[in-house]
């Protein structure tokens, strides 16, 4: 037996095997492609074993193809290392039942800890509690408000996906001659800051094209509420130039409605970068024509920074000694010329 495979996986507490998990997959929890993982040495150092860490992770119940992701990812990164021992404890249905699983965590003492909280600022005070307890934190995707809630965060660009998602519907309606299009959106949660981070860059970009949105039906992230907020769109707005959708998810939902409804008049941008949405943007025989990156693949360079921070390292492309404060991920534009390019990415 290799030192990597006697490296165990703690779930509260309790040892995992690794093959346990791999049964225990869903079609939620596709396992990542070598994309989504760093498992390339490249003549890196920080890739040689160091001192032992243990990673806490907590993250929202994986009920969505995207949060799938997130949990799946940073276990097989967590997995990617011989020094990294991976604890991790259910979030629960909502920021109280996380909080509380986060106390238990932090007593259990993790050399960091990894969290996508339910909402950042509901868990601000669970970030600040472990940090007071010596405990660096890596606060992933949903930010926290006060910076003594974290050591380091790693995000993606919600305003830049709504500049892309914008950008990409001006160059479509310049090119399609439209002065003055119909423009609809789909948000996800928006209560979420993350949600009116993506809706303002929108509305912003759209602004300097002289555009604006005519219709913004929110959604819930879930195919369910995104073709029933599609369906109001359409019943609201009988010929439309261009639709954002914010997530993949919902969209397929949203492309159950166009396909219900037999509207396809216009140009759909979608939001997060799914394989299902990069294949039907490659088919190209739906309106949904562009995707704009949020990509999952940061739980995975979430792991990787928590064992570097745990093992008092840097990143070793820095001349810094330590690992960053803060690391925003750039939205990228996916469309059929390049989609083959991202399809590794997809979740």
Same mark, same amino acid.
């Given at each position: 037996?290799?030192?990597?495979?006697?490296?165990?996986?703690?779930?509260?507490?309790?040892?995992?095997?690794?093959?346990?998990?791999?049964?225990?997959?869903?079609?939620?929890?596709?396992?990542?492609?070598?994309?989504?993982?760093?498992?390339?040495?490249?003549?890196?150092?920080?890739?040689?074993?160091?001192?032992?860490?243990?990673? &806490? !992770? $907590?993250?929202?119940? =994986?009920?969505? +193809?995207?949060?799938? *992701?997130?949990?799946?990812? /940073?276990?097989?990164? #967590? @997995?990617?290392?011989?020094?990294?021992?991976?604890?991790?404890?259910?979030?629960?249905?909502?920021?109280?039942?996380?909080?509380?699983?986060?106390?238990?965590?932090?007593?259990?003492?993790?050399?960091?800890?990894?969290?996508?909280?339910?909402?950042?600022?509901?868990?601000?005070?669970?970030?600040?509690?472990?940090?007071?307890?010596?405990?660096?934190?890596?606060?992933?995707?949903?930010?926290?408000?006060?910076?003594?809630?974290?050591?380091?965060?790693?995000?993606?660009?919600?305003?830049?996906?709504?500049?892309?998602?914008?950008?990409?519907?001006?160059?479509?309606?310049?090119?399609?001659?439209?002065?003055?299009?119909?423009?609809?959106?789909?948000?996800?949660?928006?209560?979420?800051?993350?949600?009116?981070?993506?809706?303002? &860059? !929108? $509305?912003?970009?759209? =602004?300097?094209? +002289?555009?604006?949105? *005519?219709?913004?039906?929110? /959604?819930?992230?879930? #195919? @369910?509420?995104?073709?029933?907020?599609?369906?109001?769109?359409?019943?609201?707005?009988?010929?439309?130039?261009?639709?954002?959708?914010?997530?993949?998810?919902?969209?397929?939902?949203?492309?159950?409605?166009?396909?219900?409804?037999?509207?396809?008049?216009?140009?759909?941008?979608?939001?997060?970068?799914?394989?299902?949405?990069?294949?039907?943007?490659?088919?190209?025989?739906?309106?949904?024509?562009?995707?704009?990156?949020?990509?999952?693949?940061?739980?995975?360079?979430?792991?990787?920074?928590?064992?570097?921070?745990?093992?008092?390292?840097?990143?070793?492309?820095?001349?810094?000694?330590?690992?960053?404060?803060?690391?925003?991920?750039?939205?990228?534009?996916?469309?059929?010329?390049?989609?083959?390019?991202?399809?590794?990415? &997809? !979740?």
């Amino acid at each position: 037996m290799t030192q990597h495979s006697r490296r165990r996986l703690l779930f509260g507490g309790a040892a995992v095997g690794a093959g346990v998990l791999l049964a225990g997959c869903t079609s939620n929890e596709a396992a990542p492609n070598e994309a989504q993982i760093n498992t390339s040495d490249g003549g890196n150092a920080n890739s040689e074993p160091g001192q032992a860490v243990t990673i &806490g !992770f $907590s993250a929202p119940a =994986a009920d969505h +193809g995207w949060l799938a *992701a997130i949990t799946t990812n /940073a276990k097989a990164q #967590a @997995d990617a290392y011989s020094d990294v021992t991976f604890n991790m404890v259910e979030a629960g249905a909502d920021a109280a039942a996380q909080r509380a699983a986060l106390s238990t965590l932090i007593s259990q003492k993790p050399n960091v800890i990894v969290m996508l909280p339910h909402d950042g600022k509901e868990l601000n005070a669970a970030g600040l509690e472990a940090m007071q307890a010596g405990i660096p934190v890596v606060n992933l995707d949903r930010a926290f408000p006060d910076a003594k809630a974290y050591r380091t965060q790693i995000l993606g660009d919600n305003y830049g996906m709504g500049v892309s998602a914008a950008n990409y519907i001006i160059e479509q309606m310049k090119a399609k001659g439209v002065s003055a299009p119909i423009i609809g959106e789909i948000p996800g949660i928006d209560s979420l800051e993350l949600t009116q981070e993506r809706s303002r &860059g !929108f $509305s912003e970009t759209l =602004a300097q094209a +002289g555009f604006r949105v *005519a219709n913004r039906r929110p /959604a819930e992230f879930t #195919a @369910d509420s995104g073709q029933q907020a599609a369906t109001g769109l359409f019943q609201a707005v009988p010929k439309l130039d261009a639709v954002w959708n914010h997530d993949d998810d919902q969209g397929i939902g949203v492309l159950a409605a166009i396909n219900q409804t037999n509207r396809n008049e216009f140009v759909m941008v979608g939001g997060a970068g799914s394989r299902k949405a990069m294949e039907d943007i490659q088919a190209d025989n739906t309106p949904l024509k562009a995707t704009v990156t949020y990509s999952p693949s940061m739980a995975s360079s979430a792991v990787s920074l928590a064992r570097l921070i745990g093992q008092n390292r840097g990143m070793s492309d820095l001349v810094e000694l330590q690992v960053p404060k803060t690391i925003v991920l750039a939205s990228e534009t996916i469309t059929k010329e390049n989609a083959s390019n991202y399809l590794k990415l &997809g !979740f």
